[in-house]
């Protein structure tokens, strides 16, 4: 099933209006380095990592957010007409396969998608939670960097009831592949890039992450050879923002 992420105003497409801006990312940073400066040695810095934690992270490059949400579509429209996640089965299988692209100013991505899900009914017969699985590719190109990588993932969505206005939702997602960074150093290196998300609050009316934060981790390796860790955490602020603080103790403000 092929989607294109467009302006439209139905309730699948209406992530689509919240990335139509292009990734805000801004440092306050104890740093003093010297971009005019370039190191005899190869080196992936910390601002590159933040840059692509970050686009793996946003909606506008089909990141995190907007494959969350594609997970949140599927249980809410494409099981039936009547658009219910009660009309799921508990304990029964699902599957589908799906390819998303979209574009939002001068970025643009590409996924291929395979999905698995089971409904949860905990000790009644409505579900109140869903289990996803996910593989496949995607990729991306922004201003400031560009990336291909596979994509693994599990999902849990609880909140299913009618009478919820949120869902929560807890995962593991992991990008694997390689970026070329256009900033910095304009490397081009291979990361492992993981988020572990603690009680995300994704609000029904709009699908905007309205708090909870994630954890995330970045493995790289520049084409030297040589390995770079970094991590951080990152605070949902609504509104479509966040806050990363990686373990240096710099910050860095995201929108979208």
């Known amino acids: 099933m092929k989607q294109s992420i467009l302006p439209k105003t139905s309730k699948r497409n209406r992530l689509a209006l ?10 306050n940073s104890c740093s003093n380095d010297d971009d005019s400066t370039h190191n005899t040695e190869e080196t992936i810095t ?17 990141g ?22 009660e009309d799921y089965e508990c304990g ?26 089971m409904m949860d009914c905990g000790s009644g017969t409505i579900p109140s939670a869903a289990d996803f ?19 693994a993932a599990t999902i849990n969505i609880q909140n299913l009831e009618d009478g919820e206005s949120s869902y929560v939702v807890n995962e593991t997602f992991t990008f694997t592949g390689s970026q070329e960074s256009f900033v910095q150093n304009q490397n081009a290196f291979t990361s492992t890039i993981e988020f572990t998300t603690t009680n995300l609050t994704i609000l029904k009316a709009n699908y905007n992450v309205a708090s909870g934060s994630v954890y ?9 050879g040589n390995s770079y860790d970094y991590s951080g955490t990152l605070i949902f602020t609504g509104n479509q923002t966040a806050t990363l603080t990686m373990g240096s103790g710099n910050t860095y403000d995201l929108a979208w």
Not at 18 to 27: D, Q
């Open 133 to 151: 699985e996910l593989s496949g590719t995607s990729s991306y190109d922004g201003p400031r960097i560009s990336s291909e990588a596979t994509t």
């Open 92 to 117: 029964v299988e699902y599957g589908s396969s799906y390819n998303i692209s979209g574009q939002s100013g001068s970025i643009s991505y590409d996924a291929s998608l395979v999905w698995s899900w």
């Open 216 to 224: 995330a981790s970045f493995e790289g390796r520049a084409s030297n």
């Open 18 to 27: 919240l990335t139509l801006a292009t990734l805000a990312l801004t440092a």
């Open 46 to 62: 910390e601002e590159e990592a933040v840059e692509a934690i970050a686009m793996a992270l946003s909606p506008e490059s089909g």
């Open 64 to 85: 995190m957010v907007e494959q969350t949400n594609q997970a949140i579509y599927t249980i809410e429209e494409d099981n039936s007409a009547t658009n219910k996640a």
